[in-house]
Structures are given as structure tokens and as C-alpha cells.
């Protein structure tokens, strides 16, 4: 017979993500980012046959990629933030640091390497898709 404090403890367990380089688990200090196959070459790649994927793209403009995402994680041991490329199979993740082309399918990230000769006024201006965005031209009286 199982004791009571085990048959009560509900809490999720944490994701095991280490570090690949020191081996120590890594907090995320990001949402995560889905990734989005746009041509058939990109779901080729995953392991779907030639015909299906031309078929997929034709009928959507974007097909999600299940289990794949883009997120930042702090490591104690290196002291820096980096972003990887997760997928999730079964129970286990794999870890790789995004690469440059993983950016173009995620959706709602703001590429880590902008233009620097933008300021962050006009950064957020352009993130911006509604009314409110006005808000900022505002005069004070």
C-alpha cells in the first residue's frame, strides 16, 4: 500500500534539460516558440514522403511541426542564455543550438541578432498590431 503524501503528490516533474556542454540542468527564461514547415523540402526532412508533403503544402501555407520548438535557456556552469532547438521524442528532448534558418519558421520571436542601428522605440512600433500603438505619440500637457 502506497503511503498518503505519494498518493497526493500531483505536481508535474520538471523537464530534464541539461546543458550538453557541463551537464547541469537548465532553467528556461522563454516561452516556447513553435516552429512551422513552409515547403515540402522542410517536411522532407522530418521524415515525411515526397508526395504527402507536396500535399500538405499545398493545402496549407504553413503545417506546425509537432514536438519541435525554439527556447532560451540560462546555464549556471556557462553564465549565458542560448537558444536551442528542442524536439521532444517520447519522453526525452533533444538539445541543438538554433541555427540561422530555424528563425525564419518560428512564429512571434524576435530574431536575437536585429539590426543594432534600430532603436528599441522603433523595435516595439513594429511589433505592434493594433490601435493602441498610437498611445506613444502622445503629448504631455
Not at 66 to 86: D, N, P, R, S, V
Request: aromatic residues 10%.
Amino acid at each position: 500500500m502506497q503511503r498518503r503524501c505519494d498518493r497526493n503528490r500531483k505536481r508535474s516533474k520538471r523537464r530534464a534539460i541539461y546543458c550538453p556542454v557541463h551537464n547541469c540542468y537548465m532553467n528556461s527564461v522563454s516561452q516556447k516558440y513553435g516552429l512551422f514547415a513552409e515547403r515540402a523540402g522542410q517536411l522532407q526532412q522530418r521524415g515525411v514522403k515526397r508526395r504527402e508533403a507536396l500535399m500538405l503544402v499545398a493545402a496549407k501555407t504553413a503545417v506546425p511541426l509537432q514536438g519541435e520548438w525554439l527556447e532560451a535557456f540560462w546555464c549556471e556552469e556557462c553564465q549565458q542564455t542560448k537558444w536551442y532547438h528542442i524536439r521532444k521524442r517520447d519522453a526525452t528532448y533533444e538539445l541543438s543550438l538554433a541555427p540561422a534558418e530555424l528563425w525564419e519558421q518560428a512564429t512571434g520571436v524576435i530574431h536575437p541578432h536585429k539590426n543594432p542601428t534600430v532603436s528599441e522605440f522603433t523595435t516595439r512600433q513594429s511589433r505592434m498590431m493594433d490601435h493602441r500603438s498610437i498611445l506613444d505619440f502622445r503629448f504631455i500637457s
